[in-house]
């Protein structure tokens, strides 16, 4: 079977078949803690009938529509959770949100996506509230950012900075590594030698 003939970009023609929009918003609340708070909507530009039961949306209606807000601390601590479910293709989907609740208590920090997948995969959980309480954790460590901008750095147990190699910008061998933390930095030393090689500088051999 020969491969469809490539067509320029510029002539595709699209038809748009489905639409998804996640808000993610976090606040700063006057009694110390903080909230996060993610919502996913669903909506088909054609009429859905949901595959194994009666609920027939018109073309731009909700499909899913459902949210969650985590209340947390400075130490990531979950002090509670909320969840509300708008709009879902299923009634049953409706016993999603209390399910949450095992995640009263969890801290968000690495392995949060794990733990959370953990307490609500398969058929413990709604699968779309679990997946924007995933991200969530992102944009709850955001939130807390310009509160906790003035703070020494956190060192793990050898005294490095744990926002080394965390993402590319934070890379051991980043210019902002080694502009900030010089002593970890394992990139190209000035002049083009690599400072972690153990390469002899050209310069240096006497010659």
């Known amino acids: 079977m020969s491969a469809p003939a490539e067509v320029p970009r510029e002539e595709v023609q699209r038809e748009e078949a489905h639409f998804r929009r996640i808000d993610m918003r976090g606040w700063r609340r006057s009694d110390g803690l903080y909230e996060v708070q993610g919502r996913v909507t669903d909506r088909k530009p054609h009429e859905f009938k949901a595959p194994n039961g009666p609920r027939v949306v018109a073309a731009g209606g909700a499909i899913h529509d459902m949210e969650v807000t985590l209340t947390f601390d400075t130490d990531m601590l979950v ?11 299923y009634a049953s989907c409706q016993g999603g949100p209390p399910t949450l609740q ?14 959370v997948k953990k307490r609500l995969g398969g058929a413990q959980s709604c699968t779309h509230l679990m997946e924007i309480l995933v991200p969530m954790a992102t944009v709850a460590f955001q939130t807390l950012s310009m509160f906790r901008i003035a703070r020494p750095d956190i060192l793990n147990a050898v005294g490095k900075p744990v926002k080394i190699d ?37 310069d240096n051999t006497g010659s």
């Open 79 to 89: 002090h509670e959770v909320r969840a509300t479910t708008f709009a879902a293709p």
């Open 166 to 202: 965390s993402c590319l910008a934070y890379s051991s061998k980043g210019s902002l590594v080694r502009d900030k933390w010089p002593a970890f930095y394992t990139g190209e030393a000035e002049g083009g030698n690599d400072k972690g090689s153990g390469k002899a500088n050209p």
């Open 102 to 115: 095992s995640l009263k208590g969890l801290r968000i920090a690495g392995g949060w996506g794990s733990e």
